[in-house]
């Protein structure tokens, strides 16, 4: 499986990104997608996740209100109210679905990962 992950970049405070993944080669018959962000010096943290059908979503506190996950044939996440301490590198996961019972939040839950692209919220 390989994910590509794309739309970073520089915004100023207060405007908007729209980061998708990609998703290829032999994927699982389901599956949940989730992002997670890394900053310079912190260990990387969620920030969402999707279920299999898109019925489901789950938000870390620093995402509900602002971000968005969204999937068609790829998974987005819409940002909206940027602030300079979402700066961090993104990136989006596969891992296994649970229909919206649970909602996987450990980087640990996610069994394969895109590269990561760059957002800069600049001040």
């Known amino acids: 499986v390989q994910l590509q992950a794309s739309g970073g970049g520089l915004v100023q405070a207060g405007g908007s990104l729209r980061l998708s993944c990609a998703a290829s080669?032999?994927?699982?018959?389901?599956?949940?997608m989730g992002w997670f962000r890394q900053a310079p010096g912190k260990e990387r943290e969620f920030v969402a996740t999707?279920?299999?059908?898109?019925g489901g979503t789950y938000y870390a506190d620093s995402a509900k209100g602002r971000f968005t996950i969204s999937k068609d044939n790829m998974v987005h996440l819409q940002m909206d109210s940027l602030k300079p301490e979402d700066t961090a590198v993104y990136y989006c996961a596969m891992g296994g679905d649970y229909s919206g019972s649970y909602y996987p939040v450990s980087e640990f839950e996610y069994d394969y990962w895109g590269q990561g692209t760059l957002v800069t919220v600049s001040s």
């Open positions: 999707i279920t299999w059908s898109g």
């Open positions: 080669g032999r994927t699982p018959d389901m599956y949940s």
